[in-house]
Protein backbone atom coordinates (compact mmCIF):
# COMPACT_ATOMS: atom_id res chain seq x y z
CA UNK A 1 0.00 0.00 0.00
CA UNK A 2 1.17 3.30 -0.97
CA UNK A 3 1.76 5.97 1.98
CA UNK A 4 1.33 9.56 2.52
CA UNK A 5 4.20 12.16 1.74
CA UNK A 6 5.30 15.08 3.96
CA UNK A 7 4.89 18.48 2.89
CA UNK A 8 7.55 21.49 4.79
CA UNK A 9 5.77 24.84 5.51
CA UNK A 10 7.39 26.85 2.66
CA UNK A 11 6.18 24.33 -0.21
CA UNK A 12 3.26 24.60 1.12
CA UNK A 13 2.95 28.41 0.70
CA UNK A 14 4.12 28.27 -2.52
CA UNK A 15 1.23 26.26 -3.45
CA UNK A 16 -1.28 28.62 -2.19
CA UNK A 17 0.70 31.32 -3.26
CA UNK A 18 0.74 29.97 -7.11
CA UNK A 19 -3.42 28.89 -6.34
CA UNK A 20 -2.00 24.85 -6.88
CA UNK A 21 -5.11 22.81 -7.44
CA UNK A 22 -5.59 20.72 -3.89
CA UNK A 23 -7.59 20.25 -0.99
CA UNK A 24 -6.26 21.36 2.51
CA UNK A 25 -8.12 20.04 5.55
CA UNK A 26 -7.83 21.39 9.32
CA UNK A 27 -8.08 18.22 11.20
CA UNK A 28 -8.64 19.58 14.53
CA UNK A 29 -11.89 20.13 16.41
CA UNK A 30 -14.05 22.55 15.20
CA UNK A 31 -13.07 25.04 17.84
CA UNK A 32 -9.79 25.08 17.25
CA UNK A 33 -10.24 25.66 13.91
CA UNK A 34 -12.87 28.61 14.01
CA UNK A 35 -9.68 30.24 16.45
CA UNK A 36 -7.43 29.58 13.45
CA UNK A 37 -6.69 27.65 10.56
CA UNK A 38 -4.42 28.35 7.09
CA UNK A 39 -5.78 30.10 3.93
CA UNK A 40 -7.68 28.17 2.11
CA UNK A 41 -8.33 25.46 4.40
CA UNK A 42 -11.42 23.44 5.30
CA UNK A 43 -12.59 21.49 8.70
CA UNK A 44 -12.50 17.80 9.15
CA UNK A 45 -11.71 16.35 12.57
CA UNK A 46 -10.10 13.69 12.23
CA UNK A 47 -11.26 12.30 15.72
CA UNK A 48 -14.55 12.11 14.31
CA UNK A 49 -16.33 8.79 13.13
CA UNK A 50 -17.72 10.73 9.84
CA UNK A 51 -13.82 11.83 8.63
CA UNK A 52 -13.71 10.08 6.04
CA UNK A 53 -17.60 10.57 5.05
CA UNK A 54 -16.39 14.60 5.39
CA UNK A 55 -13.27 14.46 3.05
CA UNK A 56 -15.58 12.06 0.37
CA UNK A 57 -18.16 15.34 0.17
CA UNK A 58 -15.60 17.36 -0.77
CA UNK A 59 -13.33 15.56 -2.53
CA UNK A 60 -14.81 12.80 -4.64
CA UNK A 61 -11.97 12.12 -6.51
CA UNK A 62 -9.23 9.72 -5.04
CA UNK A 63 -6.58 11.31 -7.10
CA UNK A 64 -7.08 14.97 -6.06
CA UNK A 65 -4.30 16.38 -4.23
CA UNK A 66 -4.75 16.42 -0.23
CA UNK A 67 -2.87 17.91 2.21
CA UNK A 68 -3.58 17.19 6.09
CA UNK A 69 -2.50 18.99 9.25
CA UNK A 70 -3.13 19.60 12.79
CA UNK A 71 -1.84 21.79 15.76
CA UNK A 72 2.07 20.67 15.37
CA UNK A 73 5.13 18.41 14.96
CA UNK A 74 4.01 16.55 17.86
CA UNK A 75 0.52 16.12 17.19
CA UNK A 76 -0.48 13.63 15.71
CA UNK A 77 -4.16 13.79 14.19
CA UNK A 78 -2.56 14.73 10.54
CA UNK A 79 -0.86 11.86 10.54
CA UNK A 80 -3.89 9.63 11.53
CA UNK A 81 -5.78 11.37 9.03
CA UNK A 82 -2.91 10.81 6.49
CA UNK A 83 -3.50 6.96 7.12
CA UNK A 84 -6.92 6.75 6.96
CA UNK A 85 -7.21 8.32 3.14
CA UNK A 86 -5.04 6.33 1.96
CA UNK A 87 -6.25 3.12 3.05
CA UNK A 88 -9.47 4.48 1.59
CA UNK A 89 -8.08 4.96 -1.74
CA UNK A 90 -6.92 8.42 -2.07
CA UNK A 91 -3.36 8.07 -3.86
CA UNK A 92 -2.15 11.79 -3.22
CA UNK A 93 -2.08 12.61 0.21
CA UNK A 94 0.05 15.11 1.98
CA UNK A 95 1.03 15.61 5.73
CA UNK A 96 1.86 19.07 6.94
CA UNK A 97 3.36 17.86 10.40
CA UNK A 98 4.52 21.31 11.78
CA UNK A 99 1.24 22.42 11.35
CA UNK A 100 -0.61 25.47 12.99
CA UNK A 101 2.66 25.98 15.41
CA UNK A 102 4.94 26.06 12.39
CA UNK A 103 2.88 28.27 10.12
CA UNK A 104 3.10 30.90 13.15
CA UNK A 105 6.76 30.34 13.80
CA UNK A 106 7.23 31.26 10.26
CA UNK A 107 5.41 34.30 10.94
CA UNK A 108 2.99 33.27 8.03
CA UNK A 109 -0.51 34.86 8.17
CA UNK A 110 -3.67 33.10 8.71
CA UNK A 111 -7.15 32.25 7.06
CA UNK A 112 -9.05 36.25 7.94
Not at 20 to 45: G, I, N, T
Amino acid sequence: MESFKEIKREELKKWLEEKKDFFLFDVLSQDSYEVKHLPRAKHAAASKDNFLEEIEKVVPNKDAVIVVYCASFTCQLSSRAATMLIEEGYTNIYDFKGGLADWQDAEYSFAE
